[in-house]
């Protein structure tokens, strides 16, 4: 096959500190993360190393305050990282995207005594955060989780089980929703749990299709004592703080998604240029042809999308409708994109000798994590026609 390697993406970024930034990825990317990303997968084993080095590298606090040793970096530009990460590898680029939903409780919404306490390890300390909201019985309809804290003077004592938690059982902290008052969600309230806190356990991680070496798993709450000083935000208002992380946390997997989509429509590239068929490559003929055309505008419209709803954020304003329709048309497109690579590649795509097949289980996810997308397409319609007849 002839020596014509996918070119990195052209990118339109803000500054040359931003240019700078994606350097760095793409060096740490080709070095220390994509080399190993096949084998890792298979083995299902977790990187926690890499996520140490990214750490130390500046990449897990890059949206958040450089007064709590943050980034101080636009979404825009870290959802680029997101990008780049989530190509070579979808555990380490989801798993900072998670780290930072797990940030985004506390950055947002905790005092200043409590930023300066525990913010800074949190961003830049080497530490890994987990985020937990869904349960057993309460995935899609967040509001209606069971999981219980019960104030005990100056604590509370937090019992249940909580679902689908990505680093759980290697977290070093959670941020955990939990219900303080009654019904619905005006009862459910925000803690910064430690990973170590007695009473915490986790259930062995789940058998999943894809994604094998990010462990997902319950978590056991046993009266874990928590102090008031880690509740975050004021009683009854942590599903509002679940909602605001989930906006941004869906501009994360949809730029986790691109990120596989490109990398899937890169290798349908190398392949196509480089089979030959009937005396020709195979993407002379046109069938694979419009293929190909299909799959590069489905991921740069999906790139377009993401980045017009960070803009928004960036900018203040409103933007959780754009968020949904972001994350709902990446993974989409993540999926379809991901299944033409594998019949582009014929037999072999079928194989793991070649990534595509790897990709393929890995976008399934996607249009599941953070909100389905039969959740997402709610979310827009009700911005469109606002709430639903009762």
């Keep these: 096959m002839p020596d014509r390697a996918p070119q990195p993406v052209d990118r339109t970024l803000p500054t040359e500190e931003a240019r700078d930034l994606i350097t760095l990825v793409r060096e740490i990317v080709q070095r220390e993360i994509a080399p190993r990303a096949a084998e890792e997968e298979e083995a299902g084993r977790f990187p926690r190393e890499l996520f140490s080095l990214l ?71 080497g530490l890994l955060g987990a985020y937990c909201l869904s349960e057993p019985s309460s995935g899609s309809d967040a509001a209606s989780l069971r999981t219980k804290a019960e104030r005990d003077g100056d604590a509370w004592v937090i019992t249940g089980t909580k679902a689908w938690i990505t680093h759980g059982g290697v977290a070093d902290f959670y941020t955990v929703l939990a219900r303080t008052g009654g019904e619905g969600a005006r009862g459910i309230s925000a803690f910064l749990v430690p990973g170590d806190a007695e009473g915490l356990s986790a259930a062995a991680p789940e058998k999943k299709m894809g994604m094998k070496g990010s462990p997902t798993a319950q978590l056991h709450f046993d009266g874990v004592r928590v102090a008031d000083a880690r509740r975050i935000g004021d009683e009854g208002q942590g599903f509002a703080i679940a909602l605001s992380a989930l906006d941004s946390g869906r501009l994360g997997i949809a730029a ?26 195979i993407a002379d003929f046109q069938g694979l042809r419009f293929m190909l055309a299909d799959m590069a505008t489905k991921v740069e419209a999906g790139r377009a999308l993401y980045l017009a709803a960070a803009r928004l954020r960036d900018r203040g304003l409103p933007f959780s409708k754009e968020a949904a329709m972001a994350k709902l048309f990446c993974t989409d497109t993540a999926m379809q994109v991901a299944t033409d690579a594998v019949q582009i590649l014929g037999g072999y795509g079928y194989t793991a000798d070649f990534p595509v097949e790897r990709l393929m289980r890995e976008a399934k996810v996607l249009q599941i994590v953070e909100g389905t997308n039969q959740i997402q397409r709610m979310v827009i319609a009700r911005h469109l026609a606002g709430p639903e007849s009762r």
């Design 55 to 125: 750490s130390e590298s500046g990449l897990l606090g890059l949206p958040y305050d450089s007064e709590y040793g943050g980034g101080d970096q636009p979404y825009e530009v870290y959802l680029q990282v997101l990008e780049e990460l989530a190509a070579a590898r979808l555990t380490v680029g989801l798993g900072v995207s998670v780290h930072s939903l797990a940030c985004h409780a506390l950055a947002g919404y905790g005092t200043k005594e409590q930023r300066g306490e525990h913010l800074a390890a949190m961003l830049g300390g």
């Design 256 to 281: 986790c998604a691109i990120g596989v989509a490109q990398a899937a429509l890169d290798e349908s590239l190398a392949y196509a240029t480089g089979r030959k068929q009937f005396g020709r490559p």
